[in-house]
T-cell receptor, first 110, second 115 residues
Framework: SQQGEEDPQALSIQEGENATMNCSYK?????LQWYRQNSGRGLVHLIL?????REKHSGRLRVTLDTSKKSSSLLITASRAADTASYFC??????????FGEGTQLTVNP | EPEVTQTPSHQVTQMGQEVILRCVPI?????FYWYRQILGQKVEFLVS????????KSEIFDDQFSVERPDGSNFTLKIRSTKLEDSAMYFC?????????????FGPGTRLLVL
């Protein structure tokens, strides 16, 4: 399988609930980044977590990284309808390229 | 807040034609990138550019593609002799430097349709 795979592929929740998305990868990384993409639009950077970090917060976002399991999770607390988007993890192994996962489509119902 | 901008937002072209996609990276950034996303698929890295030369490119970035920084603000991707499978969203990105911990900031994309 490929570097950067998210699950679930799709997630539908009610406003106010928490949303958790997971990302797994295959090789050692320098960092892992999460991006959001609204339908047909650009990629918005959410958060970067370094390989020597285990957890990071930014507003309603909480990201964890487990390098022993080669996995990361993105938690969005108290979700809002405006959080509806696709969420991608992207890993940086070496050099300059980011390798993106397939993404999780999150739908937050009002 | 500074943003990466891209023009045009949409481009329709005939197979075999050449297209130039334009990007204005964030002004103090030194590294520039192109990625593409075929409809329903992953975002894929094409190329990175620093100090007026390509620093890394993927297997996708063959002789059909070229990049250029024609002046102090623009960064372009040229696709020669377009093919149907070049239809995709093309994203430009930039970062302040090329360190392994640097965030890449993406533009809104150009949707290219090859007929």
């Amino acid at each position: 399988s490929q570097q950067g795979e998210e699950d679930p592929q799709a997630l539908s929740i009610q406003e106010g609930e928490n949303a958790t998305m997971n990302c797994s990868y295959k090789t050692s990384i320098n960092n892992l980044q999460w991006y959001r993409q609204n339908s047909g639009r650009g990629l918005v950077h959410l958060i970067l977590i370094r390989s020597n970090e285990r957890e990071k917060h930014s507003g309603r976002l909480r990201v964890t990284l487990d390098t022993s399991k080669k996995s990361s999770s993105l938690l969005i607390t108290a979700s809002r309808a405006a959080d509806t988007a696709s969420y991608f993890c992207a890993t940086k192994v070496s050099g300059s390229r980011l390798t993106f996962g397939e993404g999780t489509q999150l739908t937050v119902n009002p | 807040e500074p943003e990466v901008t891209q023009t045009p937002s949409h481009q329709v072209t005939q197979m075999g034609q050449e297209v130039i996609l334009r990007c204005v990276p964030i002004s103090n950034h030194l590294y520039f990138y192109w990625y593409r996303q075929i409809l329903g698929q992953k975002v894929e890295f094409l190329v990175s550019f620093y100090n007026n030369e390509i620093s890394e490119k993927s297997e996708i970035f063959d002789d059909q593609f070229s990049v250029e920084r024609p002046d102090g603000s623009n960064f372009t991707l040229k696709i020669r002799s377009t093919k149907l499978e070049d239809s995709a969203m093309y994203f430009c990105a930039s970062s302040e430097d090329g360190t392994s911990q640097e965030t890449q900031y993406f533009g809104p994309g150009t949707r290219l349709l090859v007929l």
